[in-house]
């Protein structure tokens, strides 16, 4: 037997006090790395949390009606909206004590260390949850070892900066489940057709075992497999105390029944209204490229009721054979929200805006703005100008104008602004563009929000210089509330994935118009639509009285490429433009399509609200005066209709009907002695 000495036992004793104090050191040098490994992460602050999504886009009811996106389906969705089903399968699968370790489950890593060496292959994973987000925020694939240094840097950082709850939610909405489909509620739509939140235990069950091989487990890439994975994650909840066995084999015996495969229950619907949101997003807002990656949720001003309207109005009018072209937009004149926008006939074919984007001549229509300017300027109802043909000098005498009436109809009489406006006389509407100074137009068209570049020229009153429908459908609707400006409003409220209001609409509302002048002018613009003004022609909207059951205000408008109408109540404001993209001169059956649309869709639009007729003001009066005057009906002038003026501007003198048509008889035999150079008296008697 050896005897141990005593200096033997010493030096025994010196290798293991070195030994000791080596593993001492190192174990202090271990933490203080690991120390300075947080402390470094810590100070590098939390990651963003920031990963591609889609943008949502929805209607006024709250219908979704499109979405943005760069390929990635994916729908942020707060944990508690997501079915408890659904987080207890993928925490059983992936990571059963992640609410235990602080990142890295350390059991775990060992366990697969011992099976991939049994093996003496990799056959065992030990990525928790943090270390698979990490991964996926901000890392590739690759298995290399700086990728698994960084991953275990943004793994320190993730948990030092986040709670479990945040990263459980973060990493839900952002793993792939195949299909395009990322995240779960992009997921549960896809496979289906249902909301994260509705998901069975069957359901959830067969989601959660997805994400370990897309391609393998899908159940529409290989049904089997993916039962197989299934059953999997419910033995797995079985064992981690989630479920029975009996609900876990309840669940894996139940049949499945899967969705349309779409990520989204999405009526997309307005093509070119979605496209003008997003001009807003992009232009407006600065918010072009949140709307592809930032998970916005947009709510719009889109009334899908007055689209379908729209859409069908114009899809049941317009010439199935024909190349014309519309654009049509309804707006909320109160407040200026857009409720329906209509840019073309095809939007596949051509995405070309026609309201938003389109200069066209407005014709006729832009003589309510010609108009107002006479009203502010002195004019009343009643005050009259000669309707002849004329041709008019400018430009210093250097060049001329010669202005037609429709069909080349003169009165060859003085008329009343009252009657000019809705019979749309040419002549008259010249002349008090000339009379009032050319240059004033173009002030009183950028008070009412017309922005086109306008030409100071005689043919500017009959909307001879190009403007958007956008803008003249605008500046109606000034009118149509009387006097306060509005501009178009597409978007109500954005709010991005963590419910910040990034963006709300809450235009500041000022009065730019004259109430009472804008009231006058709103009841002569009804007159467009009486059936018939007496001893001249018929007003402009004669062939829609028939159509209508309610009081409307409204302008037409054509030139030889062009057909305009607008129209509106204090409640809905339609504007609708035909018209070739190339010029073609229009047909006359082409110049009615207008007016058809216009008023079939006013009719439907407002079938399930009260009439309401524009309210006047205090300041004016109403009256009743012979339209072809202008001055007060009396027993000699029986046609009269109620007109209202400005107090003090209203007419004080009767018509006298007889007196009048004698002197329009002189007037025209003096005009034809002039013409043929004989009295009237030598045309009939010749010899003489």
Same mark, same amino acid.
Request: hydrophobic share 35%; charged share 20%; net charge negative.
């Given at each position: 037997?050896?005897i141990?000495?005593?200096d033997?036992?010493?030096?025994?004793i010196?290798?293991?006090?070195?030994?000791?104090?080596?593993?001492?050191?190192?174990?202090?040098?271990?933490?203080?790395?690991?120390?300075?490994?947080?402390?470094y992460?810590?100070?590098?602050?939390?990651?963003?949390?920031?990963?591609?999504?889609?943008?949502?886009?929805?209607?006024s009811?709250?219908?979704?009606?499109?979405?943005?996106?760069?390929?990635?389906?994916?729908?942020?969705?707060?944990?508690?909206?997501?079915?408890p089903?659904?987080?207890d399968?993928?925490?059983?699968?992936?990571?059963?004590?992640?609410?235990?370790?602080?990142g890295f489950d350390?059991?775990?890593?060992?366990?697969?260390?011992l099976?991939?060496i049994?093996?003496?292959?990799?056959?065992?994973?030990?990525?928790?949850?943090?270390?698979?987000?990490?991964?996926?925020?901000?890392?590739?694939?690759?298995?290399?070892?700086?990728r698994?240094?960084?991953?275990?840097l943004?793994?320190?950082?993730?948990?030092?900066?986040?709670?479990k709850?945040?990263?459980?939610?973060?990493?839900?909405?952002?793993?792939?489940?195949?299909?395009?489909?990322?995240?779960?509620?992009?997921?549960?739509?896809?496979?289906?057709?249902?909301?994260?939140?509705?998901?069975?235990?069957?359901?959830?069950?067969?989601?959660?075992?997805?994400?370990?091989?897309?391609?393998?487990?899908?159940?529409?890439?290989?049904?089997?497999?993916?039962?197989a994975r299934?059953?999997?994650?419910l033995?797995?909840?079985?064992?981690?105390?989630?479920?029975?066995?009996?609900?876990?084999?309840?669940?894996?015996?139940?049949s499945l029944?899967?969705?349309?495969?779409?990520?989204?229950?999405?009526?997309?619907?307005?093509?070119?209204?979605?496209?003008?949101?997003?001009?807003?997003?992009r232009?407006?807002?600065g918010?072009?490229?949140?709307?592809?990656?930032?998970g916005?949720?947009?709510?719009?001003?889109?009334?899908?009721?007055?689209?379908?309207?729209?859409?069908?109005?114009?899809?049941?009018?317009?010439?199935?054979?024909?190349?014309?072209?519309?654009?049509?937009?309804?707006?909320?004149?109160?407040?200026?929200?857009?409720?329906?926008?209509?840019?073309?006939?095809?939007?596949?074919?051509?995405?070309?805006?026609?309201v938003?984007?389109?200069?066209?001549?407005?014709?006729?229509?832009?003589?309510?703005?010609?108009?107002?300017q006479?009203?502010?300027?002195?004019?009343?109802?009643?005050?009259?100008?000669?309707?002849?043909r004329?041709?008019?000098?400018?430009?210093?005498?250097?060049?001329?104008?010669?202005?037609?009436?429709?069909k080349?109809?003169?009165?060859?009489?003085?008329?009343?602004?009252?009657?000019?406006?809705?019979?749309?006389?040419?002549?008259?509407?010249?002349?008090?563009?000339?009379?009032?100074?050319?240059?004033?137009?173009?002030?009183?068209a950028r008070?009412?929000g017309?922005?086109?570049?306008?030409?100071?020229?005689?043919?500017?009153?009959?909307?001879?210089?190009?403007?958007?429908?956008?803008?003249?459908a605008?500046?109606?609707?000034?009118?149509?509330?009387?006097?306060?400006?509005?501009?178009?409003?597409?978007i109500?409220?954005?709010?991005?994935?963590?419910?910040?209001?990034?963006?709300?609409?809450?235009?500041?509302k000022?009065?730019?118009?004259?109430?009472?002048?804008t009231?006058?002018?709103?009841?002569?613009?009804?007159?467009?639509f009486?059936?018939?003004?007496?001893?001249?022609?018929?007003?402009t909207?004669?062939?829609?009285?028939?159509?209508?059951?309610r009081?409307?205000?409204?302008?037409?408008g054509?030139?030889?490429?062009?057909?305009?109408?607008?129209?509106?109540?204090?409640?809905?404001?339609?504007?609708?433009?035909?018209?070739?993209? *190339?010029?073609?001169? +229009?047909?006359? =059956? $082409? #110049?009615?399509?207008? @007016?058809?649309? %216009?008023?079939? !869709?006013?009719?439907e639009?407002?079938?399930?609200?009260?009439?309401?007729?524009?309210?006047?003001?205090d300041?004016?009066?109403?009256?009743?005066?012979?339209?072809?005057?202008?001055?007060?009906?009396?027993?000699?002038?029986?046609?009269?209709r109620?007109?209202?003026?400005?107090?003090?501007?209203?007419?004080?003198?009767y018509?006298?009907?007889?007196?009048?048509?004698?002197?329009? *008889?002189?007037?025209? +035999?003096?005009? =034809? $002695? #002039?013409?043929?150079g @004989?009295?009237? %008296?030598?045309? !009939?008697?010749?010899?003489?």
């Open positions: 037997m050896e141990i000495t005593n033997r036992l010493q030096s025994w010196k290798y293991i006090r070195a030994f000791l104090f080596i593993s001492l050191i190192l174990l202090i040098s271990f933490f203080l790395f690991i120390g300075s490994i947080f402390i992460a810590k100070s590098k602050g939390a990651p963003p949390l920031w990963v591609t999504q889609s943008s949502i886009i929805y209607a009811d709250g219908s979704i009606i499109g979405e943005a996106h760069n390929g990635e389906k994916r729908y942020w969705v707060s944990l508690e909206d997501i079915s089903n659904v987080i399968a993928t925490l059983a699968v992936e990571d059963r004590r992640f609410y235990e370790h602080s350390y059991r775990r890593i060992v366990g697969a260390i099976a991939d049994k093996a003496r292959a990799k056959v065992q994973g030990a990525s928790t949850i943090t270390q698979q987000y990490a991964r996926n925020l901000f890392l590739n694939h690759e298995k290399t070892v700086t698994k240094w960084n991953e275990a943004y793994t320190i950082r993730l948990e030092a900066n986040y709670s709850d945040e990263i459980l939610e973060g990493y839900l909405n952002t793993i792939y489940y195949g299909h395009g489909a990322y995240g779960i509620e992009s997921a549960a739509h896809y496979y289906f057709g249902k909301s994260a939140s509705e998901l069975t235990l069957a359901e959830a069950s067969m989601l959660a075992g997805i994400p370990k091989g897309p391609n393998i487990f899908s159940p529409f890439i290989n049904e089997e497999r993916a039962e299934q059953r999997v994650v033995q797995s909840m079985v064992a981690n105390g989630n479920i029975s066995e009996t609900l876990a084999k309840e669940a894996a015996e139940h029944q899967f969705g349309e495969r779409e990520h989204l229950p999405t009526e997309y619907m307005a093509p070119y209204f979605q496209d003008a949101v997003r001009s807003v997003l232009n407006e807002l918010l072009g490229e949140e709307l592809v990656k930032g916005l949720h947009i709510y719009t001003t889109l009334n899908p009721r007055l689209q379908h309207i729209a859409e069908q109005q114009i899809a049941e009018e317009l010439d199935e054979e024909s190349d014309i072209q519309v654009g049509f937009i309804a707006m909320d004149p109160q407040s200026g929200r857009v409720q329906a926008l209509v840019g073309g006939r095809d939007y596949e074919e051509s995405p070309f805006n026609r938003t984007q389109a200069m066209r001549q407005p014709g006729s229509t832009f003589k309510p703005l010609l108009y107002y006479a009203l502010e300027n002195g004019f009343t109802p009643s005050t009259p100008f000669r309707s002849e004329t041709t008019f000098q400018f430009d210093n005498g250097r060049a001329s104008y010669t202005p037609h009436n429709y080349d109809y003169y009165a060859d009489r003085e008329v009343p602004l009252m009657q000019a406006l809705p019979v749309s006389d040419n002549i008259y509407a010249v002349k008090t563009h000339l009379y009032l100074g050319e240059e004033q137009l173009l002030e009183t008070k009412f017309i922005h086109s570049p306008l030409q100071a020229v005689p043919a500017l009153a009959l909307g001879s210089s190009p403007v958007r429908v956008i803008e003249m605008n500046a109606f609707s000034m009118l149509a509330n009387g006097g306060t400006n509005v501009t178009p409003i597409f109500d409220k954005i709010v991005n994935y963590r419910g910040e209001v990034l963006f709300e609409s809450s235009p500041e000022e009065r730019v118009l004259d109430p009472d002048i009231f006058v002018l709103n009841h002569m613009m009804t007159g467009m009486d059936r018939r003004l007496n001893g001249y022609m018929s007003v909207g004669n062939s829609l009285v028939s159509q209508l059951s009081p409307y205000a409204g302008k037409s054509t030139t030889p490429t062009d057909s305009w109408m607008i129209g509106y109540t204090p409640q809905l404001l339609s504007a609708v433009w035909t018209g070739y993209d *190339q010029n073609q001169p +229009l047909q006359q =059956r $082409e #110049q009615r399509y207008t @007016k058809n649309i %216009w008023a079939e !869709f006013m009719e639009a407002l079938e399930e609200k009260s009439v309401m007729a524009f309210r006047p003001t300041g004016v009066v109403g009256v009743q005066v012979n339209p072809e005057s202008g001055l007060l009906a009396s027993k000699e002038c029986p046609g009269s109620l007109t209202y003026y400005v107090k003090g501007t209203e007419p004080t003198e018509c006298q009907k007889h007196r009048e048509e004698t002197e329009q *008889q002189i007037e025209q +035999l003096e005009k =034809r $002695e #002039q013409e043929g @004989k009295s009237w %008296w030598q045309k !009939f008697i010749p010899w003489l």
